[in-house]
């Protein structure tokens, strides 16, 4: 089965800088990888996804990029700010249907002014 | 945007009680809807997805006879704990996917319920 690596597990930057997560994934099959952003004691927000037939998407200040041949992907956080901070989780999934999503083990985010 | 709604958001119960988690999709249909748990710290366990009028598909490990899923609507997924015990604390979350059929939407979910057994 799939199975998504995640690094790196805590990420502390200055406000204003950039932040980057990445993820590895194992299931060449897979071809829809999401990003969730997840605050404390709340369900997880999706905050952008992207899927195999492109290599990067962006919005705003969120953008992702996705290395198929690789198999791993990216989200790039631009200008933190402190309401950035939250524990992000990548995943993975065959389709956005009915097929379940695989987590990564998370990143803890931390935006300090 | 789609909105899922859980319920409770936490709830305490006694070793050995049954405790009901609700899972709605507000504003769309969802013949699928699939439960996670988390503990703290750690990422989302898938536990079963739940099919509207049909048995839930657990994941390996998971005891079916312990998490009941019932999805008897198309905006309604219960997730069950029966005979709780203190290993069963944790955080519990249901995701469902709007556009019943269509393959093109992303999963929402809901805000989670905290079940802490005593």
């Known amino acids: 089965g799939e199975n998504v690596e995640q690094h790196p597990s805590t990420l502390s930057v200055q406000e204003g800088d950039s932040a980057v997560i990445k993820c590895t994934y194992s299931?060449?099959?897979?071809?829809?990888f999401p990003w969730y952003k997840q605050e404390l004691g709340k369900g997880p927000q999706l905050i952008i996804d992207?899927?195999?037939?492109?290599g990067e998407k962006k919005d705003q200040r969120i953008a992702v990029t996705l290395n198929k041949t690789a198999k791993h992907f990216s989200l790039h956080i631009t200008e933190t700010q402190p309401e950035d901070s939250a524990v992000y989780f990548c995943a993975a999934s065959r389709g956005t249907g009915f097929q379940k999503l695989v987590f990564g083990t998370g990143t803890r985010l931390l935006v300090s002014p | 945007g789609a909105v899922v709604s859980q319920h409770p958001s936490r709830v305490i119960c006694k070793s050995g009680t049954s405790v009901k988690i609700e899972c709605r999709s507000l504003?769309?249909?969802?013949?699928?809807m699939f439960w996670y748990r988390q503990f703290p710290k750690q990422s989302l366990m898938l536990m079963a997805t739940?099919?509207?009028?049909?048995?839930?598909?657990?994941e390996q490990g998971v005891e079916k006879d312990k998490f009941l899923i019932n999805h008897a609507s198309l905006t309604l997924s219960t997730l069950t704990v029966t005979s709780a015990h203190p290993e069963d604390s944790s955080f519990y979350i249901c995701?469902?996917?709007?556009?019943?059929?269509?393959?093109?939407?992303?999963?929402?979910f809901g805000n989670g319920t905290r079940l802490t057994v005593t």
């Open positions: 995701s469902a996917r709007a556009g019943a059929g269509v393959d093109d939407s992303p999963l929402h």
């Open positions: 992207i899927r195999s037939n492109v």
């Open positions: 504003d769309f249909q969802a013949t699928t």
């Open positions: 299931d060449s099959a897979s071809n829809y």
């Open positions: 739940s099919n509207e009028g049909s048995k839930a598909t657990y």
